[in-house]
C-alpha cells in the first residue's frame, strides 16, 4: 500500500458530526457518555466505511427530510475531506426539542 494514508475512524467521526451540525434541522450531534456508544460510529470492514449518527432534531422538523440531508452533507462532507465514500451513513433521531 505504497502512497496510501489512513485516516483515524475518531477523525472521520468529527468531520461526520461537522458536517451533521451544518444541517437545518439539526439541532446537535448527540453526545453519549456509555464508553463505546458514541453520538457518531465509524465501522469498517472489508474496505468499506459505515457512519451512524444520533442526532437531536428541531421540533417540527421534517424528520425523514432531516435524516435526507444529514446522509447526502456527510457522505458530501467526508468525500471532500478525507476522499472516503461511505458504504452507508444511518441517522438516529434520538429526540426532538424546542
Same mark, same amino acid.
Given at each position: 500500500?505504497?502512497?496510501? @494514508?489512513?485516516?483515524?475512524?475518531? #477523525?472521520?467521526?468529527?468531520? &461526520? @458530526? *461537522?458536517?451533521?451540525?451544518?444541517v437545518d434541522?439539526?439541532?446537535?450531534?448527540? *453526545?453519549?457518555?456509555?464508553?463505546? =456508544?458514541?453520538?457518531? =460510529?465509524?465501522?469498517?470492514a472489508d474496505?468499506? #466505511?459505515?457512519?451512524?449518527?444520533?442526532?437531536? @432534531?428541531?421540533?417540527? &422538523?421534517?424528520?425523514?427530510?432531516?435524516? &435526507?440531508?444529514?446522509?447526502?452533507?456527510? =457522505?458530501?462532507?467526508?468525500?471532500?475531506? &478525507?476522499?472516503? $465514500?461511505? @458504504?452507508?451513513?444511518?441517522?438516529?433521531? *434520538?429526540a426532538v426539542? $424546542?
Amino acid at each position: 500500500m505504497a502512497d496510501q @494514508a489512513s485516516i483515524a475512524t475518531d #477523525i472521520l467521526a468529527r468531520y &461526520a @458530526a *461537522d458536517a451533521a451540525r451544518e444541517v437545518d434541522g439539526v439541532r446537535r450531534v448527540v *453526545d453519549r457518555p456509555i464508553p463505546g =456508544r458514541r453520538g457518531v =460510529r465509524v465501522a469498517g470492514a472489508d474496505g468499506s #466505511i459505515r457512519i451512524e449518527l444520533h442526532v437531536v @432534531a428541531d421540533w417540527g &422538523a421534517s424528520l425523514p427530510s432531516v435524516g &435526507a440531508r444529514v446522509q447526502k452533507r456527510v =457522505r458530501e462532507y467526508l468525500g471532500s475531506m &478525507a476522499d472516503v $465514500e461511505p @458504504a452507508s451513513v444511518d441517522v438516529v433521531v *434520538d429526540a426532538v426539542e $424546542e
